[in-house]
């Protein structure tokens, strides 16, 4: 079955763009996985833990046949490939790769929660997503839309998101 799904990215290690442009890469010449749009590259502050470097942030919209849970793996792989380390809880990292929505699903397995649980209130998520999908409707949220949710956002989660001048 084909799935359309949506991919948050962020980096705060450098090489950031580095980092995010080999992560598109993979999702380019993955088997399965056709990428239909993507954001432009946002320069964010960091949230959680306050005490680290601006993230660069962005998300991809793509196609594929892949089912929910082998799509996690293969967004897995990069943050390995990546030599991505967990040092802590929101700290920093040099890829982070988590799957937004896929389709209008409801999954509820730890390891695999969609609609990503954060997603609703992070202007780092939402501003880019709305850029390339924002009439797609977020499940558990009474038919808002992307749009809708970045609208609800407060304004010091929009004061913290700019727009960057990078294509990748
Ligand atoms: N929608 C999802 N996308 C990616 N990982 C998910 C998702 N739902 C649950 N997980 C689980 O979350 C764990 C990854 O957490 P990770 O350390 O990347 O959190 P984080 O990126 O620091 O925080 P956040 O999830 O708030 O962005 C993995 O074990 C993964 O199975
Ligand atoms: N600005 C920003 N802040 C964060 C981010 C992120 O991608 N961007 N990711 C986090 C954990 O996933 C915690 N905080």
């Given at each position: 079955?084909?799935?359309?799904?949506?991919i948050?990215?962020?980096?705060?290690?450098?090489?950031?763009?580095?980092?995010?442009?080999?992560?598109?890469?993979?999702f380019?010449?993955?088997?399965?996985?056709?990428?239909?749009a993507?954001?432009?590259?946002?320069?964010?502050?960091p949230?959680?833990?306050?005490d680290q470097?601006?993230?660069?942030n962005?998300v991809l919209?793509?196609e594929t046949?892949l089912?929910?849970?082998t799509?996690?793996a293969?967004?897995?792989?990069?943050e390995t490939?990546?030599?991505?380390v967990?040092l802590?809880?929101?700290?920093p990292?040099?890829i982070?790769?988590?799957?937004?929505?896929?389709d209008?699903?409801?999954?509820?397995?730890?390891?695999?929660?969609?609609?990503?649980?954060?997603?609703?209130?992070?202007?780092?998520?939402?501003?880019?997503t709305?850029?390339?999908?924002g009439?797609?409707e977020?499940?558990?949220?009474e038919?808002?839309?992307i749009?809708?949710l970045?609208?609800?956002?407060?304004?010091v989660?929009?004061?913290?998101?700019r727009?960057?001048?990078?294509?990748?």
């Amino acid at each position: 079955m084909l799935h359309q799904a949506l991919i948050a990215l962020g980096s705060n290690i450098e090489p950031k763009v580095d980092h995010l442009r080999n992560a598109i890469q993979a999702f380019k010449a993955a088997e399965g996985i056709q990428v239909t749009a993507v954001s432009s590259v946002y320069e964010t502050v960091p949230r959680g833990y306050a005490d680290q470097d601006n993230f660069y942030n962005m998300v991809l919209q793509i196609e594929t046949d892949l089912d929910p849970e082998t799509l996690l793996a293969f967004c897995q792989s990069i943050e390995t490939m990546e030599k991505r380390v967990r040092l802590f809880k929101n700290g920093p990292r040099t890829i982070d790769v988590d799957i937004l929505l896929v389709d209008d699903l409801t999954l509820t397995d730890p390891d695999l929660l969609v609609p990503h649980p954060r997603m609703h209130e992070r202007g780092f998520v939402l501003i880019p997503t709305a850029e390339i999908a924002g009439d797609w409707e977020v499940p558990g949220f009474e038919g808002a839309t992307i749009a809708d949710l970045t609208a609800a956002l407060p304004q010091v989660e929009r004061d913290d998101v700019r727009i960057s001048d990078r294509q990748l």
